[in-house]
């Protein structure tokens, strides 16, 4: 079977094709289909946290699958409940929480909910800030790139630089619903927040009467050291939306609410399949994972690391490496697409963040001997023409 010229036949043309069919993984390893190994830097832009196939996640998918898939919230279930328990325990302040397919979803429940808790329409969000595709969540990101083919978007959105809380300030009033932030832009450049600006946010946040939404997508389940990013910066959001890692690979989405959100009642929103079986037995097995193996440690520990030899690199391409954990950019001082495709040929895996950064994103489970290779690729992509 031609796998490629079939994709490229039928697909919907929203995505370029690379001509590499994968297979099989296995930790941060992926194989194509005449069996070339590849090191996965980029993890399904952040998913695979735990790793491909990570056997834990397989054995519960594979043992729930034969139990119950589906099961509306209306009735209660063993893995949902489990589930419950055990994410909201992650940040006792937010001991409520709504569950759905993905990272859009779960923000444009969490604009929803803002709106509906303090009865006010404005969003506020940051220039770079990367948030979802969907017509809310794409109202609060930021690049034309993405929004331009699709405006008018939803009303009442504005956006503020980044780390600049004066204009934060300034931008939040008495129809400020809620301002929603990453800890660290991803899909804007790998810009971590001054924990400053946070802390500046969540005062003015709760003296303005607004809520603060913190979008963990990318940066959330141990990928930064800390189960969650903000955790760096010591303060507590209203809102957390979270996806990506969540249920080791299964598609899955949340928000985590705090006691400021209020005016629920049923019927007001839900989600067909959000909270299935199936995904909450993979999530409660993966946040198993992240506890057993000391994830959070592990990044933390292997960030530096890497973080370390990146510094060492002898490249004048290189304007800035940053990053946190295992969520690292390579800045570098021309667009990064040609040593993206240099990296692929190598067999390495990594991602774009914005035009000139490198993104990294290797699952968690990445050895230092693994590291090395990557390392040793990029000195000698970045030495060459390419």
Not at 201 to 224: N, V, Y
Request: hydrophobic share 40%.
């Amino acid at each position: 079977m031609d796998i490629f010229r079939i994709e490229s036949e039928h697909t919907s043309g929203l995505y370029t094709k690379q001509p590499i069919v994968f297979v099989r993984g296995q930790g941060a390893l992926l194989w194509d289909a005449d069996g070339n190994e590849y090191l996965d830097c980029n993890s399904g832009h952040g998913v695979a946290n735990l790793g491909h196939a990570h056997p834990k996640v397989a054995e519960a998918i594979s043992e729930q699958s034969k139990k119950l898939v589906t099961l509306f919230e209306t009735f209660p279930n063993d893995q949902r409940a489990a589930l419950m328990k055990k994410i909201t325990s992650l940040v006792p302040e937010l001991n409520r929480v709504f569950f759905c397919n993905s990272g859009t979803e779960a923000v444009e429940a969490a604009i929803k909910f803002a709106r509906l808790s303090t009865g006010r329409p404005g969003i506020v969000a940051s220039m770079r800030g990367f948030h979802g595709r969907t017509m809310g969540a794409l109202s609060a990101t930021w690049n034309k790139h993405y929004r331009s083919a699709f405006e008018p978007l939803v009303p009442e959105y504005s956006h503020v630089p980044f780390n600049n809380t004066e204009r934060l300030k300034e931008s939040v009033n008495d129809q400020t619903a809620a301002v929603i932030l990453e800890a660290i832009q991803g899909e804007g450049g790998i810009y971590i927040a001054d924990t400053a600006y946070l802390q500046a946010a969540r005062r003015i946040c709760s003296e303005k009467g607004t809520l603060l939404i913190i979008d963990e997508i990318q940066s959330g389940f141990c990928r930064t050291g800390k189960m969650f990013a903000f955790q760096h910066m010591e303060i507590v959001p209203d809102m957390i939306t979270i996806a990506k890692s969540l249920a080791g690979g299964v598609p899955m989405g949340a928000v985590l609410i705090g006691p400021r959100v209020q005016g629920f009642s049923p019927g007001l929103h839900g989600s067909t399949f959000g909270g299935n079986p199936l995904s909450c037995a993979a999530a409660n097995a993966a946040l198993q994972v992240m506890e057993d193996e000391n994830l959070a440690s592990q990044a933390q520990e292997k960030g530096e690391y890497l973080k370390e030899k990146l510094e060492e690199l002898n490249s004048p391409l290189i304007r800035e490496v940053r990053g946190l954990g295992l969520m690292i950019g390579i800045e570098l001082k021309q667009k990064v697409a040609p040593f993206l495709k240099a990296l692929q040929d190598r067999h390495i895996l990594a991602l774009n963040a914005g035009l000139t950064t490198i993104r990294l994103l290797p699952p968690l489970v990445i050895s230092k001997e693994q590291i090395d290779t990557l390392v040793e690729q990029l000195s000698e992509v970045l030495s060459s023409e390419v």
